[in-house]
């Protein structure tokens, strides 16, 4: 079964301090894997695509990078509005079913 | 260029009734998926609709159902509805089936 689990579920950081989120998928046929960032009440904000191990992609203080097991989700020196729930999602299989499947969340709280 | 829009924002029901949902997809894109996101949880696939014909179908009852329009605007239908049906509904459209979806804002329904 397509499986996508995210690490760690919560996170606490003080504005500068630079970590990492992780999302590990066990899926069959991986065509992409997308990051979005998730306000409270809000819908999902993309952030990037990643098609093949050893991509990476980067905007501002986010550093996105895939392996053939997992993605990682680097946070550099980040500030109190990076705040949010950032998601994870696979889009697997073959077909035109553009069907996205999504871990749990990492909920990320910096504070000044 | 207009984004994702999603009516009603809110909208309480009680058990057994029905509600319709609304979504406008982004300018250009032809494809339209739904998703339910429970409180703490990541987005769960309901089903995706491509140049108005259904085009994947999550783990869902019938009970859910939906439509687009040939404007590739989108409707999610939901009868008897239960208890767990509470969620906030995710609308997400994108330039054809398998491309990057961007979600519109959600509707929180309350089921009472």
């Known amino acids: 079964e397509d499986q996508v689990t995210q690490s760690p579920e919560a996170l606490r950081l003080q504005e500068g301090e630079s970590s990492s989120l992780n999302c590990s998928y066990t899926?069959?046929?991986?065509?992409?894997l997308f990051w979005y960032r998730q306000d409270p009440g809000k819908g999902p904000e993309f952030l990037f695509t990643?098609?093949?191990a050893g991509e990476e992609k980067e905007k501002e203080r986010l550093k996105a990078t895939l392996t053939k097991k997992e993605s990682f989700l680097h946070i550099t020196a980040p500030k109190p509005e990076d705040s949010a729930t950032y998601l994870c999602?696979?889009?697997?299989?073959?077909?035109?079913?553009?069907?996205?499947?999504f871990g749990q969340g990492t909920t990320l709280q910096v504070k000044p | 260029e207009t984004g994702v829009t999603q009516s009603p924002t809110h909208l309480i029901k009680t058990r057994g009734q029905q509600v319709t949902l609304r979504c406008s997809s982004q300018?250009?894109?032809?494809?339209v998926s739904w998703y339910q996101q429970a409180l703490g949880q990541g987005p769960q696939f309901i089903f995706q609709?491509?140049?108005?014909?259904?085009?994947g179908r999550g783990n869902f009852p019938p009970r859910f159902s939906g439509l687009q329009f040939p404007n590739y605007s989108s409707e999610l239908n939901v009868n008897a509805l239960e208890l767990d049906d509470s969620a906030l509904y995710l609308c997400?459209?994108?330039?054809?089936?398998?491309?990057?979806?961007?979600f519109g804002p959600g509707t929180r329904l309350l089921v009472l």
């Open positions: 609709y491509y140049r108005e014909e259904e085009n």
């Open positions: 997400a459209s994108s330039f054809t089936s398998g491309e990057t979806q961007y």
């Open positions: 999602a696979v889009q697997v299989g073959s077909g035109n079913t553009g069907k996205l499947i």
């Open positions: 300018s250009g894109h032809n494809t």
């Open positions: 990643l098609y093949s």
């Open positions: 899926v069959s046929g991986l065509r992409g």
